[in-house]
């Protein structure tokens, strides 16, 4: 079992920044590639990013190519999620993922899900 706890949301104005942050205590952490999901409301959940375990591999939502970056440190058991130039568009719950793959993690192959944190992005 692997607790992933999200922390970061917020309400933040166009164009600004906010970077989520997820922790998952215990020694497997470095096992998992992990990810980055968002459900707006009325909407399904949906990929945003995804990185193996080493950190060499990324992958990123064509919606936020560019925008967010994703990263992780092993030895703090921590991915975080940097957001930049943030668009109404991106106001949504974001959830933290981890996976066996990384790409797989973009088609939903999620073994544990993080309670999520709520981003909200006025105009």
């Known amino acids: 079992q692997v607790q992933l706890v999200e922390s970061g949301g917020g309400l933040v104005q166009a164009g600004g920044s906010l970077k989520l942050s997820c922790a998952a205590p215990?020694?497997?952490?470095?096992?998992?590639?992990m990810g980055w999901f968002r459900q707006a409301p009325g909407k399904e959940r949906e990929f945003v990013a995804a990185?193996?375990?080493?950190?060499?591999?990324?992958d990123y939502a064509d919606s936020v190519k560019g925008r967010f970056t994703i990263s992780r440190d092993n030895a703090k058991n921590t991915v975080n999620l940097q957001m930049n130039g943030l668009k109404p568009e991106d106001t949504a719950d974001y959830y933290c993922?981890?996976?066996?793959?990384?790409?797989?993690?973009?088609?939903?192959?999620?073994?544990?899900w993080g309670q999520g944190t709520q981003v909200t992005v006025s105009v």
């Open positions: 215990g020694r497997t952490f470095s096992t998992y590639d």
């Open positions: 993922a981890a996976g066996a793959t990384w790409d797989g993690l973009r088609r939903k192959a999620v073994n544990y």
């Open positions: 990185i193996g375990w080493s950190g060499v591999n990324t």
